[in-house]
């Protein structure tokens, strides 16, 4: 069984669900080829504001990429290549949505798992998470993007640690490197995530698209950032209705309703 990517929605939240346990979630190319899709389909609905990655079962996030496949799928130059793409429009699916993606790492977390959370805009783990990039003991260069996200989140000095030992970080590690955003126990992790998504879709929804423009734009990696591009989405909150509604709702001291528009 090659496994499959679920895209199921609950009310505001759309949730993409790695479903290949008997493999602790291993990627297979054929769920590496469904975020595109499944993305396309949660951006272009505005009843979805939030989206919520997640492992099916308790032991894994993911175990990293379906190495079962390699002998095939990484045979060759042009192989090689060919998968670097299909994780790449993967990864920037999840990393270009105008939408806040949250990973929800229950167990392990390893190699592709890591890779595909670092292409979140938020990450939770559960007190029993274990985290690894274990590329040097496969003989496999971590790809471009990948490595680019985790300097960007943990640094240099961290990220060459991970590296070059392949070794296993515990959540309370993770934590201290900045891998994850916070710890939660075993059985409060699905409700805290939860409660946060709940969060997130009552935020007005321009707003969070503008931040992760602006964010993206400062941490491009390489030439100025597209002051246009920042200016634009500024702008586009700006002359919002939710903008309008915002400032109603705090004259009138209530919850705003925000529509994105």
Same mark, same amino acid.
């Given at each position: ?14 949730? !993409? &669900? ?34 919520? !990655? ?36 993967? !990864? #920037? ?7 806040? &993606? ?53 640094? #240099? ?28 126990? &075993? $059985?409060?992790? /699905? ?10 879709? $009552? ?13 993206? /734009? ?5 030439? /100025? ?13 700006? &002359? ?22």
């Amino acid at each position: 069984m090659a496994g499959r990517l679920r895209a199921e929605k609950d009310g505001a939240i759309g949730w !993409l &669900v790695l479903d290949n346990p008997e493999r602790l979630n291993a990627i297979s190319s054929e769920m590496w080829a469904g975020f595109p899709p499944a993305m396309a389909q949660f951006d272009s609905d505005p009843d979805v504001r939030v989206v919520i !990655l997640r492992g099916e079962g308790n032991k894994a996030l993911a175990a990293g990429a379906d190495i079962s496949e390699f002998d095939k799928a990484r045979e060759s130059s042009g192989q090689v290549s060919a998968y670097d793409q299909l994780l790449d429009r993967a !990864l #920037h699916a999840l990393q270009g949505s105008d939408k806040p &993606v949250i990973s929800m790492i229950r167990g392990y977390c390893i190699g592709g798992g890591v890779e595909i959370s670092l292409a979140c805009d938020l990450r939770y783990c559960s007190d029993d998470a274990q985290f690894a990039i274990p590329a040097a003991r496969l003989g496999l260069a971590y790809g471009v993007d990948g490595t680019k996200r985790l300097i960007e989140t943990v640094g #240099h000095a961290n990220a060459r640690e991970i590296f070059f030992t392949g070794r296993r970080y515990n959540a309370a590690e993770a934590l201290a490197i900045g891998l994850v955003h916070r710890v939660l126990p &075993v $059985d409060g992790l /699905e409700a805290f995530i939860r409660q946060t998504a709940a969060t997130l879709a $009552d935020n007005a929804p321009l707003t969070i698209a503008a931040s992760k423009t602006l964010i993206e /734009e400062f941490v491009r990696p390489e030439g /100025e950032p597209d002051f246009a591009k920042a200016l634009a989405a500024i702008e586009r909150c700006a &002359v919002s209705e939710d903008y309008l509604e915002g400032r109603k709702a705090f004259m009138e001291k209530r919850k705003p309703r925000f529509r994105g528009r």
